[in-house]
């Protein structure tokens, strides 16, 4: 099945060090580019967040959001050194002794004074589980939306291929037809210079026209592209590329078969083809 790169996940998680949530959001790219937000406790990990994101996808640009929220117990608490502040209280009163100018100690100037408050330091590893745990969560549930959004981009394909081949089936059944209606237009052109003209040379050169507008291959080629475009929406794979490359030669041949037109019928098909392969195109951009 295929996947489409554009897709969107959330999950939460409420524990006992808070709350965890974490947004993936996925776009078209040529290639994998993961952009990862997380706090700074978490940053840390975040070789080994990537490593779990590239693991299950292939190709987008896919934005992770990490937003954590401590609970009071594990934030905002102050651990106060009381050796360490009495020590600094101490020499406070040492130097007015030796100033003689004694004045009263500031408690906010002895809170600030270096290693007297350690802000308490939480154990962080339980956010580290629980937060891999969710990112694969978020991960399972992106994938089911791009395989949901893949399959309804996979039915506009397989429409447009449907309606591709039916002109290139139309297309091959007007061939006698139209090369008939040429053959006739140029007898008649040349009926009028007969007097003038070599009959040998004239069946000569009107040999080598209907060969040239002869579009029999383009229209096997076509053929073969559509059904490989119909395999390949069926492989359990990243197919965006190899897509993309078929809409290439889908596009060569609606080009040849154009040039090589002597008929409005067998033009019309070629305009039709391309602006059908043009929409297919434009789906396939968003294809893993």
């Known amino acids: 099945m295929i996947k489409s790169m554009t897709a969107f996940a959330r999950m939460q998680v409420n524990e006992a060090f808070g709350t965890l949530v974490c947004e993936l959001r996925g776009v078209n790219h040529r290639f994998l580019e993961l952009h990862l937000r997380l706090p700074d406790e978490l940053r840390a990990q975040e070789a080994g967040y990537r490593e779990i994101i590239s693991g299950r996808l292939k190709r987008g640009k896919v934005e992770c959001n990490v937003r954590l ?45 270096p290693g007297v408050v350690q802000e308490f330091q939480p154990d962080i590893k339980p956010v580290y589980a629980a937060l891999e745990k969710l990112l694969r969560q978020a991960l399972e549930e992106l994938v089911k939306n ?86 390949v929406l069926l492989r359990d794979e990243a197919v965006g590329r190899r897509l993309d490359f078929l809409m290439q030669e889908l ?13 409005i019928t067998s ?22």
């Open 69 to 113: 929220q401590l609970s009071k117990s594990h934030s905002g608490k102050l651990d106060i050194d009381q050796l360490q502040a009495k020590a600094v209280v101490d020499a406070c009163h040492v130097v007015n002794d030796l100033l003689r100018q004694p004045s009263e100690v500031n408690s906010m100037d002895v809170l600030n004074w």
């Open 146 to 231: 791009r395989l949901r959004e893949g399959e309804r981009l996979a039915t506009i394909l397989q429409q447009r291929c449907e309606s591709m081949q039916q002109i290139v089936n139309r297309t091959r059944e007007n061939m006698p037809q139209i090369q008939q209606r040429y053959r006739e237009k140029i007898q008649a052109k040349l009926a009028e210079l007969a007097s003038q003209i070599d009959h040998d040379r004239m069946e000569q050169e009107l040999l080598h026209f209907l060969q040239k507008m002869d579009v029999e291959e383009e229209l096997d080629r076509l053929d073969c592209h559509l059904k490989e475009i119909q395999e």
């Open 251 to 263: 596009n060569r041949e609606a080009n040849t078969l154009g040039s090589k037109s002597v008929d």
């Open 267 to 288: 033009t019309q098909a070629s305009v039709e083809l391309k602006v059908l392969i043009e929409q297919m195109r434009e789906q396939i951009q968003n294809i893993e």
